[in-house]
């Protein structure tokens, strides 16, 4: 069960309580429909896990918390972040009262905390009352040198049931980690399948993983099979309870990032925000159904539709991960992809590998296909340096509004409203905070027309080489839909 579908059955039960007996309006006698449309209210609980950020010594990590500020909420609640227990899965002491690693103070301004080394554990969290709605937290890692050296962020997710990762690796020079969280009082189970060029990978202990209660669980690929594919999908799929995953993938040379899951399968797909710089782009693509799919590649760029020449279009055949390189795509301009049918819409996933520098100073994020911002998203842990914000309206002109929030030490929040013409990819001038001190949160809405896309790329320079990771912005989902409702006492006389 998803976070949308717990929201839902929290907030309808909250509105019982407020009622008392609530009754939905149905049809009078003349066949008049006199039923209310449903109302739109905050949801009232949040979840969110966060992996262990990483296996070096040398790590340094920063979590940051934010909540924006949303009309209609509960004066009261908090959001907090607690350890999961340690690596190896063990989960922490029953009945032990666990100080939080992570404490909102206010919505409208973030909050973060620093953890050092490899022995950070992954964290579990809950947000309720004005703290839940659109609750959003990104743990950022430094690594100076090694395996996957450079800069790492991820998305602290919801858990969920399903989880889709093209763009997994189980080459020599990669060393991928799927990191699996359970916030729950009861084991996960969990199956793990992977998919490469040629179909399903013969794996040995995929199946039936157990997660235990309030733990995190990292598996590292190249234990599920001994076949070395460069380009694979990772399924995740969950037989009892529900878990949260990401995929933490690791070069030898090109540095690391964390993959974040794909959108759910779709006929078209929109992964948004290369980097204007970007050396290579390498797009993965998995249909998870029986039939192929024969997709038309296109970038929005900033003047709008073009095809990348040479790669028109891309076939997947089912059950296979496909995997194109479209090298200097970018050209010195930042766009997104844009993956439509050719012909009868066939559901896929996506993902984009993404390289920056050169030689030795090279680094890598991803970008997977996402769905649009929606009412609103958001991200965090931004910095007065170095933070890009990429939007796309690949289907129609829009309008969004894009609201940079009070820093986290000082700084007053700022907005300002933007138009993006249909087809192109926009880099917006981030509003800054003025008297900005520690980091803000940048919040994107949907004013008018879209879809709209969007991602926003942090980049950290350490040593010559240019870290960087780039988050993709889904609606935060902070807003449920609930019928109307009316106070029916005569359900008593019945």
Request: charged share 20%; hydrophobic share 40%; aromatic share 4%.
């Amino acid at each position: 069960m998803n976070r949308t579908t717990l929201s839902l059955i929290a907030g309808v039960g909250a509105l019982a309580a407020v009622t008392g007996f609530a009754a939905l309006t149905s049809p009078d006698a003349s066949g008049t429909n006199t039923a209310k449309a449903a109302a739109e209210l905050p949801v009232e609980r949040s979840s969110l896990v966060c992996p262990a950020p990483s296996i070096s010594d040398l790590a340094e990590t920063t979590y940051t918390s934010f909540t924006p500020v949303t009309k209609g909420t509960a004066s009261g609640g908090k959001a907090e972040l607690l350890s999961a227990g340690d690596k190896a899965g063990k989960p922490a002491a029953k009945g032990k009262a666990d100080k939080p690693v992570l404490e909102a103070k206010e919505p409208g301004k973030p909050v973060s905390e620093d953890a050092s080394g490899a022995d950070s554990p992954a964290l579990v969290g809950t947000a309720d009352g004005k703290f839940a709605p659109g609750w959003t937290v990104q743990e950022t890692t430094e690594v100076a040198a090694g395996t996957g050296r450079g800069l790492q962020g991820v998305n602290c997710t919801a858990p969920d049931t399903e989880f889709w990762f093209p763009g997994a690796s189980t080459a020599p020079d990669r060393t991928d980690y799927v990191h699996l969280t359970n916030p729950d009082d009861s084991a996960a189970v969990v199956d793990i399948e992977l998919y490469g060029k040629d179909g399903a990978l013969e794996t040995t202990v995929g199946e039936g993983i157990t997660v235990q209660p309030h733990s995190g669980e990292p598996v590292l690929l190249s234990t599920l099979t001994g076949e070395k594919q460069d380009n694979v999908t990772v399924h995740v799929s969950v037989r009892s309870g529900r878990v949260g995953a990401s995929v933490q993938a690791l070069d030898d040379k090109l540095g690391g990032d964390w993959l974040a899951a794909s959108a759910d399968p779709a006929g078209s797909l929109v992964l948004p925000g290369v980097p204007k710089d970007a050396t290579a782009v390498r797009l993965v693509a998995f249909a998870p159904g029986d039939a192929d799919a024969d997709l038309k590649v296109r970038l929005a760029s900033p003047s709008g539709l073009i095809t990348p020449a040479g790669n028109e279009t891309l076939h997947v055949k089912a059950g296979m991960t496909s995997a194109v390189d479209l090298g200097d795509v970018m050209r010195g301009e930042a766009g997104s992809l844009v993956l439509t049918p050719t012909d009868r819409s066939v559901p896929v996933v996506a993902a984009l590998r993404v390289v920056r520098g050169k030689g030795a100073k090279q680094e890598t994020a991803f970008v997977p296909a996402v769905r649009p911002v929606g009412k609103r998203a958001t991200a965090v842990d931004n910095r007065a340096k170095g933070t890009t914000l990429s939007v796309t309206a690949p289907f129609g002109t829009a309008e969004v509004k894009v609201t940079a929030s009070a820093g986290s030490d000082a700084g007053t929040a700022a907005s300002k409203t933007y138009t993006v013409k249909s087809g192109t990819t926009q880099e917006v001038e981030v509003p800054v905070p003025s008297g900005l001190k520690g980091t803000y949160a940048l919040t994107v809405e949907t004013v008018s027309g879209g879809p709209v896309y969007a991602s926003r790329t942090l980049a950290v320079t350490e040593g010559g080489v240019p870290g960087f990771t780039v988050q993709t912005l889904p609606d935060d989902r902070g807003m449920v839909a609930v019928p109307e409702a009316d106070e029916d006492l005569s359900v008593l006389q019945r």
